[in-house]
Antibody
Framework: QLQLQESGPGLVKPSETLSLTCSVS??????????WGWIRQPPGKRLDWIGS???????YYNPSLKSRVTISVDTSRNQFSLKLSSVTAADTAVYYC?????????????WGQGTLVIVSS | QSVLTQPPSVSGAPGQRVTISCTGS?????????VNWYQQLPGTAPKLFIY???NRPSGVPDRFSGSKSGTSASLAITGLQAEDEADYYC????????????FGGGTKLTVL
């Protein structure tokens, strides 16, 4: 059974870079069946797709965040990571990592538990 | 402003049937892209409830069903139960701006 777990700082200062890692267990991140994605949810607000990566390294980003986002994969550690630069208070959210089934629409079949990241000085 | 529009809230009494709509456009649902639905209980991660417009993952009760027509999709819940009270999100793909995954704004279902 695939499991995902986010890790990283819960507090980031404005203008700095938010960095999170997702550890995948119960399956290989090199599986051709999945994309690996990041989704966030500001407190009390809707879900917002950040981007996804395939094990080959191909990336797909939300156009509204593309200039600030980098998603990378480390197949040797079965992990993938998110970097979001120049953060502001608007980036405060619960960040989820997830497995997305291969295809155009990329349904999300497994989610991490989520980690709250607060942007504040 | 979400690319996919959902009603902020719906409600129904136990045993009743409710539907949640998800309205898009010609660059997403209307273009034929699949719609997926997620249930999010308070304080938890979302869970996939419907994929590929109409399919239920194992473990999801058959009281839940999905449909799609034109630029809209719907989630129907029959035999409403107290445990169904949650937020529901639709999700699809939009082909504008080089293409990206999109979510609806979410609908809060209240069981009266």
């Amino acid at each position: 059974q695939l499991q995902l777990q986010e890790s990283g700082p819960g507090l980031v200062k404005p203008s700095e870079t938010l960095s999170l890692t997702c550890s995948v267990s119960g399956g290989s991140i090199s599986s051709s069946r999945y994309y690996w994605g990041w989704i966030r949810q500001p407190p009390g607000k809707r879900l917002d797709w950040i981007g996804s990566i395939y094990y080959s390294g191909s990336t797909y980003y939300n156009p509204s965040l593309k200039s600030r986002v980098t998603i990378s994969v480390d197949t040797s550690r079965n992990q993938f990571s998110l970097k979001l630069s120049s953060v502001t208070a608007a980036d405060t959210a619960v960040y989820y990592c997830a497995s997305q089934i291969f295809g155009v629409v990329k349904p999300i079949d497994k989610w991490g538990q989520g980690t709250l990241v607060i942007v504040s000085s | 402003q979400s690319v996919l529009t959902q009603p902020p809230s719906v409600s129904g009494a136990p045993g009743q049937r409710v539907t949640i709509s998800c309205t898009g456009s010609s660059s997403n649902i209307g273009a034929g892209y699949d719609v997926n639905w997620y249930q999010q209980l308070p304080g938890t991660a979302p869970k996939l409830f419907i994929y590929g417009d109409t399919n239920r993952p194992s473990g999801v009760p058959d009281r839940f069903s999905g449909s799609k027509s034109g630029t809209s999709a719907s989630l129907a819940i029959t035999g409403l139960q107290a445990e169904d009270e949650a937020d529901y999100y639709c999700q699809s793909y939009d082909s504008s701006l080089s293409g990206y995954v999109v979510f609806g704004g979410g609908t809060k279902l209240t069981v009266l």
